[in-house]
């Protein structure tokens, strides 16, 4: 506890934090201390951007995250794509299989019976 305030004592100063927390109300007093002292934290590990550092590396982990969702979507719509034409494919050469099979069949039945057909 006294080392968590003495990162927002050299951050901000004692008497600076307690006139910021004077100004709220006394519900809102704990998380503004929470805060006050998560924000000096980063601001020792970081000096020169403190928690806007923290939150820009946050906001390119979601934008990575987006963009490969986004390509992962494709991929599926891609791949989902390439199966129904493999579909549509494979029962174009059946009814291709079909219609071969069916003339060949008419063609032994016109050299059977002759062609008065």
Known sequence: MISDLLSVHRIYGASNVGRMLQQLPPHLRAEAADALY???ECRVEDPVYG??????????????AECELAKTRADIIINS???????VQQI???VEDNLSLL??????GRTQFGSSF
């Open 103 to 108: 003339h060949e069949q008419n063609n032994v």
């Open 38 to 40: 998560y924000e000096a």
């Open 51 to 64: 928690c806007v550092g923290v939150i820009s590396r946050l906001h390119e982990q979601i934008h990575e």
């Open 92 to 94: 174009n050469g059946q």
């Open 81 to 87: 794509d390439i199966g129904q034409q493999a579909q």
